[in-house]
Structure formats: C-alpha cells, structure tokens
C-alpha cells in the first residue's frame, strides 16, 4: 500500500470510473464483498454457455471460461453450485459457449437472470441439438469430458469439437461493469 506525502493513502483506480481503499485481508465469510471485488479487478471477456435438456434450450453468462490445453483442444468453466440449474449444466454432454460481441452486454444481463432467455436473441440448433447464438465473436461447441469439484463451484472441462472465429469486438467485464477493451497504442 502506497502513502502519499501527506500520510494518507493512495486511492488505486478501481474501474476508470471509481476509486477504492487499498486492502489486504484474509478471504474468510466476513468479508466475501470485499473479495469479489479484488477478484473483479481481473478483466475478463464474457461468454455465454449453452446447452439443451430435451427440448428445452437453456444459457447462462459466464466469466470462468478459460482455455486449458491447445492440443488437444480443451476448455473450462465453473457452474456455480447453489445456481437453480446447476445439475444440467454440470452434467451437460454437449454444450456450446459464444463469447460475445461489445453489442451483446443486454444479452448478458438477460442470461443472468433467465437461462431460458432465447426469446431475446437470433439462435438455431447445432449437432446434438445445442442452441447456438448469433452475432458471437467467437464460439467453441464442446463435448464434456470431466469434471472436478472446486469449492462452491464445479470447473468443467470440455474437448472443443468445433471452434469458430467470427472476428468483431468483445464485450470486457472489469469491476463488475461491462465495457470495451481499449488497446495501450
Ligand atoms: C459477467 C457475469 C459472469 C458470470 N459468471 C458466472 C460463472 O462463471 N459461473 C456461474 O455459475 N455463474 C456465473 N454468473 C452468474 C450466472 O450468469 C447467473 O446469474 C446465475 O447462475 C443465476 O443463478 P440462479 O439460476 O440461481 O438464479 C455470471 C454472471 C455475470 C453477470
């Protein structure tokens, strides 16, 4: 933590729009807030995961997806445990995951609330009847493989059957804001 001249302490940028107290701490039930908000100084991307029970299309906004291995082709993402649709999204054997476009934060914000959101966007069936959503940047239809137990999460991971690159500009979750990845040129 830095002091100012003064003695106070330096205020860090939290997002470009706030400022908040430096803070070191032990992550314990106490201050769970205080965590997510150092763990949301990590910038992410933000994806959507599909997938499909019987009939019925479900989706979720995810930040946990990462790439695990190159070859072969291997993803990951964690389902939280206590989310009403846990079970089927942790035992899913296909399922697809778009990372989203700039345009795409109401879609978002839609999946966050209601997985069964589908009315709020253009989408068709893939193989194995994956609802796949238009207008991605980029797209990774999975198979899952296995999964592990990580705490009051699950992490999945997933063989990448087909990967797509639409190109546009993605959607930046930092700070629990949606935004838009500014380059340091
Ligand atoms: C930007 C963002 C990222 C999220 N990332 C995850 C995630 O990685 N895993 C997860 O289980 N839920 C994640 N969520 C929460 C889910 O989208 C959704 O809000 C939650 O599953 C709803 O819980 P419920 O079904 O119990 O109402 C995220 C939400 C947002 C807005």
């Known amino acids: 933590?830095?002091?100012?001249?003064?003695?106070?302490h330096q205020l860090i940028a939290k997002s470009n729009a706030e400022t908040v107290e430096p803070s070191v701490f032990v992550p314990s039930t106490g201050n769970v807030r205080e965590y997510r908000n150092a763990l949301g100084r990590f910038g992410t991307?933000?994806?959507?995961?599909?997938?499909?029970i019987?009939?019925?299309?479900?989706?979720?906004?995810?930040?946990s997806f990462a790439s695990v291995s190159l070859e072969p082709a291997l993803?990951?993402?964690?389902?939280?445990?206590?989310?009403?649709?846990?079970a089927e999204f942790e035992s899913?054997?296909?399922y697809a995951i778009h990372v989203?476009?700039?345009s795409q934060a109401e879609l978002a914000s839609h999946f966050a609330r209601d997985?069964?959101?589908f009315s709020h966007c253009d989408w068709h069936r893939g193989d194995n009847g994956v609802p796949l959503i238009e207008h991605s940047v980029a797209r990774f239809e999975c198979q899952r493989l296995h999964s592990h137990d990580g705490g009051d999460h699950a992490i999945v991971v997933g063989s990448v059957v087909r990967a797509a690159n639409f190109g546009g500009e993605?959607?930046?979750f930092v700070g629990g804001e949606y935004g838009r990845f500014v380059g340091a040129a």
């Open 170 to 172: 993605p959607l930046m």
């Open 75 to 86: 993803v990951l993402w964690s389902p939280a445990k206590r989310s009403k649709h846990y």
């Open 100 to 102: 989203l476009n700039h």
């Open 54 to 63: 019987g009939d019925t299309p479900l989706g979720i906004t995810v930040n």
């Open 45 to 52: 991307g933000v994806t959507i995961v599909t997938t499909s």
């Open 92 to 94: 899913a054997p296909f």
């Open 1 to 8: 933590m830095k002091e100012n001249t003064d003695g106070r």
């Open 115 to 117: 997985a069964r959101s």
